[in-house]
T-cell receptor, first 113, second 113 residues
């Protein structure tokens, strides 16, 4: 099993460009999450999904959109990138029940110039 | 006040030392507690859950103090490979609706030869 995978691993964007980050999990998990991690800020939840076709906002959703058309995939979109979105983005998945472990992908390092 | 607070460190210790980290949480009704480990430029991974009775896994011991609202992680006989950031994670109270894990910003440990 690959667990949770993320593509791409690195990306450099110019301000105003758009991109989509892809997260895939092969553990048949119901819940999926997108976080960003910045120095001194810890992990902050951007959006999450409790099942196929459903998404919800986390604590820092502005400037991002998500979709979960298939249970195994969770996409994070940046429509018009800004320098403030320079960060490391982690996707995570979890079996239903919040008592279960969250499994993280290896992260995507995004720089917006 | 942050929901989960940790001393960012770094804690610099020699190999073989015993080191302890504390983490405080603000929601007295919080249900579950975890320690995650994050290596430099890697994703977080579950280290251990924290049970009310305390639990031990090899050189690692986690304890919960509900009265004072803190959890602790004790590492005995530190190894160079223990150098990492340790994230305190709290699952809040079970209210209606989906509940999300709350991550602390992490405590950095550096073990030197």
């Amino acid at each position: 099993n690959a667990g949770v995978t993320q593509t791409p691993k690195f990306r450099v964007l110019k301000t105003g460009q758009s991109m989509t980050l892809l997260c895939a999990q092969d553990m048949n998990h119901e819940y999926m999450y997108w976080y960003r991690q910045d120095p001194g800020m810890g992990l902050r939840l951007i959006h999450y999904s409790v099942g196929e076709g459903t998404t919800a906002k986390g604590e820092v959703p502005d400037g991002y959109n998500v979709s979960r058309l298939k249970k195994q995939n969770f996409l994070l979109g940046l429509e018009s990138a800004a320098p403030s979105q320079t960060s490391v983005y982690f996707c995570a998945s979890q079996a239903a029940s919040s008592y279960n472990e969250q499994f993280f992908g290896p992260g995507t390092r995004l720089t917006v110039l | 006040r942050k929901e989960v607070e940790q001393d960012p460190g770094p804690f610099n210790v020699p190999e073989g030392a015993t080191v302890a980290f504390n983490c405080t949480y603000s929601n007295s009704a919080s249900q579950s507690f975890f320690w995650y480990r994050q290596d430099c430029r890697k994703e977080p991974k579950l280290l251990m859950s924290v049970y009310s009775s305390g639990n031990e896994d090899g050189r690692f011991t986690a304890q919960l103090n509900r009265a004072s609202q803190y959890i602790s992680l004790l590492i005995r006989d530190s190894k160079l490979s223990d150098s990492a950031t340790y994230l305190c994670v709290v699952f809040p109270a079970m209210n209606t609706g989906f509940q999300k894990l709350v991550f602390g910003t992490g405590t950095r440990l550096l073990v030197s030869p």
